[in-house]
């Protein structure tokens, strides 16, 4: 991706960005949907730190894609 982003490509992106977290999130849910006892409880660690490292990832390309009014945590003034 150019240094220089149109908005419209911006806005695409972060939509995209939007849609592959919601699928990671649903592949989270269906991994774990069918077990259950001492196999979900094993599953589900595995399946979380996977999901959290796949969000982690979508977070930094969407911070490159705010500018940095938006991508900032509010600070008090």
Do not use: C, F, K
């Not at 592949?27 to 599953?43: F, P, V």
Request: hydrophobic share 35%; net charge negative; no cysteine.
């Amino acid at each position: 991706m150019t240094t220089v982003t149109s908005d419209q490509e911006r806005t695409q992106r972060l939509e995209q960005l939007d849609a592959m977290a919601a699928r990671e999130w649903a592949a989270y849910g269906a991994r774990l949907r069918d077990l259950e006892g001492a196999e979900y409880d094993a599953t589900e660690i595995e399946a979380w730190d996977e999901l959290q490292n796949a969000l982690e990832h979508l977070r930094g390309e969407r911070q490159t894609l705010l500018p940095l009014d938006e991508s900032a945590p509010d600070l008090p003034s």
